[in-house]
């Protein structure tokens, strides 16, 4: 369990890096209506909920997200949508392989659905 947490971190660093490198503005471990959110970016308009996985190797395991974990995105979104209404919202995942190194950013993994407020 130790060594999933330690590459868990590994990954949300990277990924971290990688956007700030890439111009966004990062927020990490954020809370939204009690939802963890791994990293938050933003960048003129838009706010990306970044749900980080990290995996060891590549070894054809890809089930990148689950359901339960995708639901709680959602409303995490919906709350984020409601706070900000002028920005465009959307729930990424960015997926990090250490050995050897490739990343994936698969954007806009769902739809949030219409908010009103």
Known sequence: MRDNKITG????????????LRGYKVLRDQKLGGVQV?????????????????????????SVISSSQLKRLKTAAKILMIRNDTFDVSIDVFVVYLCPLK???HKNVCDIGWVTK
């Open 103 to 105: 990343l994936e950013h």
């Open 38 to 62: 791994d990293l938050i970016l933003s960048k003129k308009t838009s706010l990306i909920l970044l749900e980080v996985k990290a995996r060891r190797k590549r070894d054809g395991k890809y």
């Open 9 to 20: 971190q590994i990954g949300e660093f990277v990924a971290y890096c990688y956007f700030l």
